[in-house]
Nanobody
Framework: QVQLVESGGGLVQAGGSLRLACAAS????????MGWFRQAPGQEREFVAG?????RYADSVKGRFTISRDNAKNTVYLQMNRLKPEDTAVYYC?????????WGQGTQVTVSS
């Protein structure tokens, strides 16, 4: 059974940095698509960054966020720099193998102004 566990969220001041981690178990992430999404209160979940054959970013985070993966640790990361209050949300990890999709439980990121 696949499980995704996010960590690294917290409270940070605007301009600061955080690194989120998503540890996968039950299946290797070396050949799949991994992504980060976020959901702010009262808003729909939105795409943040993805890693597959290439990496993609939402326009709102380009140049500030970096997605990476450590296949040996079966973990994907999201390095978030120059954080803004509008980045405040619950961040979710998503793993896709073909038609199978898995989500983590989410980790809260709060950026104070």
């Amino acid at each position: 059974q696949v499980q995704l566990v996010e960590s690294g969220g917290g409270l940070v001041q605007a301009g600061g940095s955080l690194r989120l981690a998503c540890a996968a178990s039950g299946r290797t992430i070396s050949t799949n698509i991994m992504g980060w999404f976020r959901q702010a209160p009262g808003q729909e979940r939105e795409f943040v960054a993805g890693s597959g054959s290439s990496t993609r970013y939402a326009d709102s985070v380009k140049g500030r966020f970096t997605i990476s993966r450590d296949n040996a640790k079966n973990t994907v990361y999201l390095q978030m720099n120059r954080l803004k209050p509008e980045d405040t949300a619950v961040y979710y990890c998503k793993a896709t193998w073909g038609l199978q999709v898995y989500w983590g439980q989410g980790t809260q990121v709060t950026v104070s102004s």
